[in-house]
């Protein structure tokens, strides 16, 4: 499964930007995709997950700010952000699991900054 990921940029603090993912390939035994970050000089840690039954989980610093969908047609998952912060700066990463393979995609850079 390849993953490509898109929607970041730079943005003053209090905005929001929509991160986009789209995966292809064998994605038919996809059951959960989601979005990480990793800033620098850190880990790589979760920000929203997704299953196939749209049921989500968030990370405690982005609840109530950032919206995670998926539209199983397309194979899409999105990460509404809003009230975006500047401690959101980071690489957001996209992720799909499988029973069979995790998946990541290459990383789109997020800014948060006046």
């Known amino acids: 499964v390849q993953l490509q990921a898109s929607g970041g940029g730079l943005v003053q603090p209090g905005g929001s930007l929509r991160l986009s993912c789209v995966a292809s390939?064998?994605?038919?035994?996809?059951?959960?995709m989601g979005w990480y970050r990793q800033a620098p000089g850190k880990q790589r840690d979760l920000v929203a997950i997704?299953?196939?039954?749209?049921?989500?989980n968030y990370a405690d610093s982005v609840k109530g700010r950032f919206t995670i969908s998926r539209d199983n047609t397309k194979n899409t998952v999105l990460l509404q952000m809003n009230s975006l912060k500047p401690e959101d700066t980071a690489v957001y990463y996209c992720n799909a699991i499988s029973p069979y393979f995790t998946s990541w995609g290459q990383g789109t850079q997020v800014t948060v900054s006046s």
């Open positions: 997704i299953t196939s039954s749209a049921t989500t």
């Open positions: 390939g064998s994605t038919s035994s996809i059951y959960g």
